[in-house]
């Protein structure tokens, strides 16, 4: 399977270094980072093929940051991360555009699942446009 690049946004950073570790075990390109203004600007000199976004972060949370990202790479397929019974933010997530959510803690194996669909689905679009 080809590589393809992974942004974990989430403010645990015990959780987005676990995620980079174990997604670069798994031979993909990982980065992340602990808020949502700075998945921003990385998107401007980055391109990635799937994000895991947290909905609770301090400063611009999940949302605000899945709309923006979406103005920049409108390809880009995104999963919420929702915890706390914030299952309404994962369905206002779905209506702007994510590809999914799955609630907090979330087993690494149907994480792992959900970031391979998420690509298989942006390849599919990328052929349609």
């Given at each position: 399977m080809e590589s393809f690049k992974v942004l974990i946004v989430d403010d645990e950073e015990d959780f987005v270094d676990t995620m980079?570790?174990?997604?670069?075990?798994?031979?993909?390109?990982?980065?992340?980072?602990?808020?949502?203004?700075?998945?921003?600007?990385?998107?401007?000199?980055?391109?990635?093929?799937?994000?895991?976004l947290d909905v609770k972060m301090p400063g611009?949370?999940?949302?605000e940051t899945l709309r923006e990202m979406k103005k920049?790479?409108?390809?880009?397929?995104?999963?919420?991360?929702?915890?706390?019974g914030s299952?309404?933010?994962?369905?206002?997530?779905?209506?702007?555009?994510?590809?999914?959510y799955v609630m907090k803690p979330v087993p690494f194996a149907d994480l792992l699942q959900q970031i391979n669909q998420a690509y298989e689905r942006k390849?599919?679009?990328e052929e349609r446009s």
């Amino acid at each position: 399977m080809e590589s393809f690049k992974v942004l974990i946004v989430d403010d645990e950073e015990d959780f987005v270094d676990t995620m980079i570790r174990r997604l670069k075990a798994k031979g993909f390109d990982a980065r992340g980072v602990n808020r949502g203004k700075e998945a921003l600007e990385l998107l401007d000199e980055n391109d990635f093929d799937v994000c895991v976004l947290d909905v609770k972060m301090p400063g611009m949370d999940g949302i605000e940051t899945l709309r923006e990202m979406k103005k920049k790479k409108p390809l880009m397929e995104v999963i919420m991360l929702t915890g706390h019974g914030s299952v309404e933010s994962g369905v206002q997530g779905l209506q702007l555009g994510a590809y999914n959510y799955v609630m907090k803690p979330v087993p690494f194996a149907d994480l792992l699942q959900q970031i391979n669909q998420a690509y298989e689905r942006k390849m599919i679009e990328e052929e349609r446009s």
